[in-house]
């Protein structure tokens, strides 16, 4: 892999300006764009090392778990005799992916429509998304400092005419309790169902289920660590001061109410079972579509 190649692939796996889902997306880009008829072997070896580097990086599980599945097809179609483009391959699991993503925003429109203020927290390009397609809600937010994720999706929403209200990050327990459901997006979902988000989300869905509201999470089966591979990210910002924390944590299951996906909406534990016989076959439904 050549220096310029090394760089573009280091500057997608250590973004740190859009989601795990822009970034696996972003990865399957640079797989389609760098490999053109090339050997099976070749491609087995390359996509092993493009996944230990994304492992470096473990607190995001998506972008793995696509390499990951990307990697298996390949062996499977290989083993079965099958020749088939590196590009189709791609093709077909990003639209399988994105096909997922529509869906389970789809759901989430129709099962939200009667929740008329929603908490949500950060920038979740599902979020976004579905509160847009709601249109009559009020959004209440906080800013997110010092990454101000939450502040984007103000602005984002305000945009889109959004009726959105940005409340201090000290003041999350008022802005909770004036809602009546919690909408958090998902970076993972751990084997024993738990929710791993920005940091924040833990704080909104305690105060949440203190005040007897739902707490819901927009996410897709490919985001379930089946493998076990999670570990926190700690962040180090410094501009005067030293600030080090870390960004994703964990929510625990019992605050969770639900896991909205392409499935529809699931109890967490339901979530990982249904997932994990979602993901098993994954490879067999884009080898039924060659």
């Not at 778990?65 to 088939?84: D, P, Q, R, T």
């Not at 997110?144 to 009726?163: Q, S, T």
């Not at 080090?244 to 639900?258: C, Q, R």
Request: aromatic letters at 8%; proline letters at 2%; glycine letters at 4%.
């Amino acid at each position: 892999m050549d220096t310029e190649s090394q760089d573009l692939l280091k500057s997608i796996i250590e973004d740190r300006e859009h989601g795990s889902t822009q970034i696996a997306l972003n990865l399957l880009n640079y797989i389609s764009e760098k490999l053109h008829n090339v050997e099976i072997p070749y491609l087995v070896g390359f996509l092993e090392d493009l996944e230990r580097k994304v492992m470096e990086r473990r607190s995001l599980i998506l972008p793995s778990n696509i390499l990951h599945i990307f990697k298996e097809n390949v062996k499977a179609l290989s083993k079965l005799g099958i020749e088939i483009g590196i590009e189709k391959i791609v093709s077909m699991i990003r639209e399988s992916y994105i096909n997922a993503l529509n869906t389970a925003v789809k759901n989430a429109v129709d099962l939200l429509e009667d929740f008329k203020k929603i908490f949500t927290l950060s920038y979740s390009s599902q979020v976004f998304k579905i509160l847009v397609n709601l249109r009559e809600v009020d959004v209440y937010i906080v800013p997110g400092w010092p990454v101000m994720d939450g502040l984007k999706m103000y602005r984002e929403l305000a945009l889109k005419n959004i009726n959105v209200k940005l409340y201090p990050d000290l003041s999350i327990g008022e802005a909770v309790t004036k809602c009546d459901l919690v909408l958090l997006g998902s970076d993972a979902v751990l084997s024993d169902s738990s929710l791993v988000n920005r940091t924040g989300s833990r704080v909104a869905a305690m105060i949440a289920k203190e005040n007897e509201l739902d707490v819901y999470s927009v996410t897709d089966s490919l985001k379930l660590d089946f493998r076990s591979l999670w570990i926190p990210e700690t962040w180090v910002i410094e501009d005067n001061v030293k600030l080090e924390f870390e960004i994703f944590e964990v929510v625990e299951d019992k605050f969770v109410d639900g896991y909205i996906s392409e499935m529809g909406l699931d109890h967490p534990e339901m979530f990982v079972e249904k997932s994990l016989e979602k993901l098993k076959d994954f490879w067999l439904r884009i080898y039924e579509k060659i």
